[in-house]
Every structure is written in C-alpha cells, then in structure tokens.
C-alpha cells in the first residue's frame, strides 16, 4: 500500500522566519509528487516534481525532490501570516494515471 | 474561469437520513475525482470519473455511498443511511485530462452527522 508521511504535523513560527516542510513516500513505481496549500477552502496547487535534484521556485516557496532517498521539501523563506495553511504532499504512483496518495499535512502558523 | 464548486458548503445530517453532494467541475475537464477528508487527515481517494464513466470506485468506503456523472459534466456523490462515521469533508477535483495530474480542488462540502 502507498504511504506518504509528512513532517511534523505541525509549526508555530514568527513572521520572517523560514520553514521548511518535509514529505517521505514508499510507493510502487513513483511518478511523480504534488504540493497543495490548504486553507480553509479548496486545496490550490503549488508544485508538481517528477526528477530529482531540480528545484521548483514561486517567489518565497521551493521545493525540491530526492527520488533516492524518497523525499521532497518545501521551503518557504521570509514566511508571512498569509502563509498559514496547512500543507499537503501527495504522490501519484504507477498502477493508475490518476490516483494521488495524500499525507495528512502539515499545519503552519505563522504569527505576527 | 470559474473554478471547481460544490453544494451545499455545508449539510447537517441526522443519523439514518440520505445526503446528496453536488459538484461542478471546471468547463471542459474530462477527469472528475471525489475525497473524502476527515479532520485532521489528508484527503483520501473515494472515486474517478472519465466522462460519465465511473472507472474506480475503489475507495468507496461501503455500498451506503454512490456516485454519479451522467452527462459527464455535473457529478453527485450520495451517501445513504448516514453514520456518524461518514462526517468529514468531501472534496470533489477535477483535471482536463489523463495526461496532466495536477487536480483542480473545489471548496469542499463539510458534512456532519449528529
């Protein structure tokens, strides 16, 4: 069975501070791995990464893949209020061209 | 464009009633997929639509939930006899096709069984 796991569960930090959110997966035959921002509304999209070592960037937000060690990060740099979501991984596995397995998120608090 | 919507936002459902939770997904989008997010937990796969074909209903979690997209626009999610168990969120996603796997989220419908 696919497994995503996220890390931690949950983050208190000051604004300006920079956090960085980890997600591990044990999955069979990985295609690739998704980042959602989940406040209390729909899940919005951040980033998909399908190669390893390749850094996505959006402005404060960036995450990168390590297809050996089984694991993604996503680093938010200069964090705002704003930025208080919980954080969701997800990863979509061969066997389907659909199904994408979720963790359970990360909740950040970023306070001013 | 407009995004996903569902309907209601929100729905009160005494134990033993029948629900129906509706989804509009984006114009256009062929793939339909419907969540289910209890509190605290990620989002978990219930069921994939290609058009109006159901193709996986494999996280269906009992024979008390049924899906729908007749006209392969507009899908229903249905949940009969509801258990106190079956409060969660559920979130309905669409995507334009099966070669791109980023899912559009709608809002979610919040439904609690008292």
């Known amino acids: 069975e696919d497994k995503v796991v996220q890390s931690p569960l949950s983050l208190v930090v000051h604004e300006g501070d920079t956090v960085t959110l980890n997600c591990s997966y044990e999955?069979?035959?990985?295609?690739?791995l998704l980042w959602y921002k989940q406040e209390k509304k729909a899940p919005t999209f951040l980033f998909m990464l399908t190669s390893s070592g390749i850094e996505k960037k959006s402005g404060r937000l960036s995450s990168i893949l390590d297809k050996k060690e089984l694991f993604s990060i996503l680093n938010i740099t200069a964090t705002q209020t704003g930025d208080s979501a919980i954080y969701l991984c997800?990863?979509?596995?061969?066997?389907?061209?659909?199904?994408?397995?979720f963790g359970k998120g990360t909740l950040l608090t970023v306070n001013p | 464009g407009a995004g996903v919507s569902q309907s209601p936002r929100y729905k009160v459902a005494k134990r033993g009633q029948d629900v129906a939770l509706r989804c509009d997904p984006i114009s256009g989008h062929v793939s339909l997929f419907w969540y289910q997010q209890a509190l605290g937990q990620g989002p978990e796969f219930l069921t994939y639509?290609?058009?109006?074909?159901?193709?996986?209903k494999s996280g269906l979690p009992s024979d008390r939930f049924f899906a729908e997209r007749p006209e392969g626009s507009v899908s229903t999610l249905k949940i009969q006899r509801t258990q106190q168990e079956d409060s969660a969120v559920y979130l309905c996603?669409?995507?334009?096709?099966?070669?791109?796997?980023?899912?559009?989220f709608g809002p979610g419908t919040r439904l609690t069984v008292t």
């Open positions: 639509f290609q058009n109006e074909a159901q193709l996986d």
């Open positions: 999955v069979t035959n990985f295609r690739s």
């Open positions: 997800a990863v979509k596995s061969g066997g389907s061209n659909y199904k994408l397995t």
């Open positions: 996603a669409s995507r334009p096709g099966q070669g791109t796997y980023e899912q559009y």
